[in-house]
């Protein structure tokens, strides 16, 4: 198994998609009323497609997986870029930290990131952090799923791509329990050649997580959750 989407959900996922396709320098896939793709490569490291989902209304739940964008050295010429592509500034409490925190189209927040060690050859996103009741478990869970390895960050459990390049998946102490409403923003990992599904929903709960059925019908994927509740597709080998 790997990582392969990181996923929105979205009123308007060409405006969405585009605005970050933008922000990125990310290579278009996909731009039709189902959905936008675009594809981030970090050579010699991850590909990870973002996807844009459409939904009928604006999710309202906190945000329970962001994205950390590197800024480095040149943070504040990265925050007029973002602000001219449409992203503008928010507030969600912080108070005299290093990061500049911002709201895309849709008023997803995100991070602009000042330096530090470890986003070195990260490519543009630093981080993905990620809410959890518990951090150590959770990591365990993920480095499982993803086959990412431990790596040294600020938060008290990081991952990464065996590369060691490409963002920091980042398990964070979660400020709330998991509210019932699906987070907007979720991984999808993909299965290889001769994984087994069912094997996987087995591994899976056997680590905490449990497999949803949300009644959507017929899809060629499935759905479940980590010990924390976030959501997450595994999605079939590829042809």
């Known amino acids: 198994m790997y990582l392969e989407n990181l996923v929105w959900d979205a009123v308007d996922p060409g405006r969405l998609g585009r605005f970050w396709q933008a922000a990125l320098s990310t290579e278009q896939l996909t731009d039709s009323p189902g959905g936008f793709e675009t594809r981030l490569v970090v050579e010699d490291g991850p590909t990870l497609d973002l996807c844009f989902q ?6 309202a739940e906190p945000l329970r ?3 950390d964008l590197l800024g480095g050295a040149e943070q504040d010429e990265a925050v007029e870029r973002l602000l001219g592509l449409g992203a503008r500034h928010v507030d969600i409490g912080q108070r005299g ?17 000042e330096p530090r060690a470890e986003y070195v050859r990260t490519g543009p996103i630093a981080a993905l952090p ?8 959770d990591a365990d869970f993920w480095a499982w799923l993803t086959g990412w390895v431990e790596t040294g960050g600020s938060e008290p459990r990081a991952l990464r791509h065996p590369s060691l390049r490409g963002p920091l998946l980042e398990l964070c102490p979660e400020p709330a329990a998991k509210a019932a409403a699906k987070n907007r923003v979720h991984l999808d990992v ?7 599904p069912d094997e996987v929903a087995a591994g899976i709960a056997a680590r905490g997580g449990r497999e949803l059925r949300p009644g959507w ?8 959750a980590d010990p924390s509740g976030n959501e997450f597709c595994v999605l079939p080998a590829s042809s």
Do not use: K, T, Y
């Not at 993909?190 to 087994?196: F, I, N, P, T, Y």
């Open 54 to 59: 459409p939904v009928p209304e604006p999710p």
């Open 65 to 67: 997986l962001h994205l």
């Open 217 to 224: 019908g017929d899809l060629p994927w499935r759905h479940h």
């Open 130 to 137: 990620l809410d959890s009741a518990d951090p150590q478990r």
């Open 97 to 113: 930290v290093p990061w500049v925190v911002l709201a895309d189209p849709e008023g997803n927040p995100f991070c602009v990131m």
């Open 190 to 196: 993909r299965l290889e050649a001769g994984d087994d």
